[in-house]
Structure formats: structure tokens, C-alpha cells
């Protein structure tokens, strides 16, 4: 790329020469994995040899590959996450069913051979042994971090589609009656601060167009994506509402996994009132840290374990067909086993479907609408146009009173006693 082209485009400089200080490193971290992939390649190779003969086993290559590189990966990931553990709990089970009955030698042999590290201890029933990958060994850790811009083609290329579109792309659309208008000015601003990528402006002008076309709606498994809920989520500030705000998040319900999930069974009478309003407690006093709490109190094991990592394994819990759970799911089973029985009893015993997941997500996605619906149409009372983004809606801000809650408002209607009995009808 020559000087004049970079002159020329001088609000991206900062962004091209970033990537360029940064891409000998890159380049080196990359060789580092590659070479850290064709050491395990061998090590599963040799592995596959001894206990196989001549004859080849792929399967076995794979699953000796796949181990590795799966410690390596959740290692990274807490690595990341300035975790001051890396160590990951695998429980035997998983393994077993994910890399076949050999697992356990696979795992001496990764350890012998110095790939990973791995902590014995383990409890029946409450926590499992740990692995993590050795220390000299994390050569993919923020590997992609810098990938954006790292050749002048893939930059030229970006940049002029970008370009084109800000030439293209309206000023203002009209949904559901209303005027919304993206404010170009502050876009381009951002872009050049580095605030949003390129490629998520791009993103985001498409949508914008697409919805001008008539184009701007379409639904993927059963959930509705309209131009606003298809571009990113730090592109939507951009779009000003009809009185000149930019749009903002009002309310996003909260815990709504396990809101919609009681309200499902409840509606299908798997659940008594009183069960549902005692999930409504829960909820109100946020969930995930009641069960945190009661996993801290106990089993001391969890006393390190954050908020963020019990609302990962609240998900598990509510999505996971397996009938045992290990770790921090494991406690949110109890958690819901004790407190909720009946709940539980629901997601537990949960419908199928043919391929012998839960049917949980499409009732999860009729609730959550009537919910929003709802919600929408309260607002809409008060003089606020609202756009639905799954379990979320955003508004102009210049339309919100200043004392706005979402979270109270989403309480007032799922604990009236006169809607809830709607509800049950709807």
C-alpha cells in the first residue's frame, strides 16, 4: 500500500499502522500454534500407533487431537478473563461420551508428555478433576485480537464497500408509521475513534437500506429479526427515534430464560400460582446470585465461582437433555430441586423432539412475545414507540421519563393477578 493511498483514507492510519506494529507478533503466535497442532498431530499419531498396531484408527487420531485442543481452548478462554485458576472440570462422563472409552489414557499420555496439566483431586457427586493446558503451550491466546486490517488488501477492500454505502445509504426510513433516521455524522466519527469497526458500519448501513427496499424483515427459528435487530448492538445508538433521541435499551427482561420457562409451565398448568410467584421473588432479588449464594453456602468449593459462570450454568441446567449435572449446574440443579420442585420436576421431563432436544426454546419464544407484546403496548399507552429486539426493547431516549424502570414494569404485569389469568387464556 503506498503513501498516497494512506494519506488519501488518513482517518483509518491509525487503525493500518496498529495492525502492522502488531502483525510480526501475530505472525509468530500463529507459527506457535501451528507448531503446537503438529505436535499433538504427532503425539496422536504415536498414541494411535501403540495401542492400535498398523492399523490405522482416524477416529482415535481425532479424539486425541480434539482433548487437547479442548483444554487448550477453555484454558485460553480463562486466561482471557484474568481467571487467577485456568484449571477446567471435565467431568468423566462427558469425556467418556465425547472421546470414547479411552479417554483416561489419552489424558495420562497428554500429561506425560507435558501438553497438559491435571489436578487428581475430585469428589463423587460434587466436583470433578481439572486440566489445563501447560503454561508455555497457550500460543493461541489472543491470536485473533489484532485480525482486523492485518493486509492493505483486505483494508482496501473493506474500506471502499464502506465508502460506497455512506454515499448510498438513506438519511431516514419509515417502520410501523415511524420516521428513524441514523445519524451519519456521529458514524463516521466513531469509525475513525476506533468506536465501531468498519465492518459493523457496513453492517449496519445494510440494514438500514434493506429495511428502505422493503427487505428489513425475516424470521429465523421462530424468532423475528427486523432491520434493527440485524445490525450490532453498539450500531443501534446511531438510529434516532421520532423525536430526535438515539435509541437506547429501555428494559431487558430480566432473567428471562427462567421468567418465560415459568410462565410457560404455568400456563400448561405444570406449575400452581403460588410456585410461579415464588420464582417471581427470585428473580426480583436476581437469581443468579440467590443461587450462588446457596452454592457458596453449601459447598465451599464454590465460593470462588462468579455470577456470570451460574448464569452460564442456569443455561445448561434449563437446555441440557442429560439427566446428570456436574459443577456449577450441578448446584443449580439442587438449587431448583429444593426451592422449586415442581419446576423442575417441568424441566426435567421436558418434550423432545425427534432428534431428542428440548422443545423448551419454541415455548420459551410464544411466552417471551406475549410478554413483550404486552409490554410494548403499555408503553405505547404512555406515548412511547417501542422496537422489540427478542426480550429486549429500545426506545427514544428523549421519550423516557427520567425515573423509568424496566425491571419494575415487568414486574407490575407478570405478578397482576388479573393478567396472569389472561395469560393463561392467551
Known sequence: MDDDYIIHRGFFRKVFFAAMENKSNMVIRYKSYQEQQERIRLLAEDYMYRNCGQRRSNKMVEAYIGLANLIEYQTSEKV?????????????????EQYGRHYADMIDDLKNNGVIKVNEKYSSGAFTKSYSINDELLARDKQHENKMYTTAKAMD??????????????????FDGIEYKLDKDRMMKDVEAGNIGVNQAVRGMRCFIDQKNNHGHHTNGGRDYTWFVSMGKDFRHLI????????????????????????????????????LKKVIGFIKKDIYTVIMDYAAQTNPNYTDYTRKEFKHATQI???????????????VSKFFHKHLPNLYRHIRTYPRNEEGKKTMYWDFIEVEKILIKEIQDLMLSRGIHTIRVHDAVYADSTLLPKDFDGDKLVFSIVEDETWLNSFLTM
Do not use: H, W
Open 240 to 275: 434516532l427515534g421520532e423525536n430526535g433521541g438515539e435509541m437506547v435499551e429501555a428494559l431487558d427482561l430480566p432473567a428471562g430464560n427462567v421468567m418465560c420457562v415459568s410462565l410457560s409451565a404455568f400456563k400448561n398448568g405444570l406449575i400452581k400460582k403460588e410456585e
Open 157 to 174: 477492500r473493506d474500506i471502499r464497500v464502506y465508502e460506497d454505502l455512506v454515499q448510498i445509504c438513506p438519511d431516514s426510513i419509515l
Open 80 to 96: 482471557r478473563e484474568k481467571k487467577k485458576n485456568t484449571l477446567v472440570n471435565l467431568p468423566s462422563k462427558f469425556l467418556k
Open 317 to 331: 441446567f434449563l437446555n441440557s437433555t442429560s439427566g446428570r449435572f456436574m459443577g456449577a449446574s450441578g448446584q
